[in-house]
Structures are given as structure tokens and as C-alpha cells.
């Protein structure tokens, strides 16, 4: 079973950064699609950024030229947060899709806390 894992949330400042790491229990070339998640307090889970296997990337509009996704050559996979607002507050989560013969299968962490507050 694919095990996903996230770390580097935290409290920060407006206007501050923070990275954030997904590790995947197995090589994340194996995976079609990865992405990233997030959760605010007391609203629905939207899409915050995709990057495919080969490195093309997607993002929402209230992230994009703010965010950027990437991955290494391993098992890990990124999110690297700049000009944070409080509106970014929210449990994010990371996602991988396997794309099989038989199907395709998504695998979830249990989401990272990032609280954007002066």
C-alpha cells in the first residue's frame, strides 16, 4: 500500500514563506499525477497545484506566480510558498495518482497545517 506523507507547516507572517514536503512511500516516478490540496477552516478542500511525470505544472489563480510545485528524483515532492496572505491558511494535503491497466488509484497524506496570522 502507498504510504504519503507531509511535513513543513507551520505558523508564519504575512508576506513570509514556507516550503512544503510530501514523501511517498515508493519512487514517485511510478505516479502519473501528484498534487496539492488545501482545506481552510470551515470550507470545502480545492485544488492548490498539479505536476504531472513529466513536470508540467498547473495552479489555481489564488496561488499562481506565488506557489510553485516540484518534485526531486525520488520520493519527494514540494510546495514552495511565498508572499503568504492570510488567506492561504489551511490544512493542505498531498495526493498521487497511479494510472494502472486496471484503473487508477489516488493516495492521500494526512495534511500539514499552515496558519498565515501576525
Known amino acids: 500500500q502507498v504510504q504519503v506523507a507531509e511535513s513543513g507547516g507551520g505558523l508564519v507572517q504575512p508576506g513570509g514563506s514556507l516550503r512544503l514536503a510530501c514523501i511517498v512511500s515508493?519512487?514517485?516516478?511510478?505516479?502519473?499525477?501528484m498534487g496539492w490540496y488545501r482545506q481552510p477552516p470551515g470550507k470545502q478542500r480545492d485544488l492548490v497545484a498539479t505536476?504531472?511525470?513529466?513536470?508540467?505544472t498547473y495552479y489555481a489563480d489564488s496561488v499562481k506566480g506565488r506557489f510553485t510545485i516540484s518534485k526531486d528524483n525520488a520520493n519527494t515532492m514540494y510546495l514552495q510558498m511565498n508572499s503568504l496572505e492570510p488567506e492561504d491558511t489551511a490544512v493542505y494535503y498531498c495526493?498521487?495518482?497511479?494510472?494502472?491497466?486496471?484503473?487508477?488509484?489516488?493516495?492521500w497524506g494526512q495534511g500539514t497545517l499552515v496558519t498565515v496570522s501576525s
Open positions: 515508493e519512487s514517485i516516478i511510478n505516479f502519473n499525477y
Open positions: 505536476i504531472t511525470r513529466y513536470g508540467t
Open positions: 495526493t498521487v495518482r497511479k494510472i494502472e491497466a486496471s484503473g487508477s488509484s489516488d493516495y
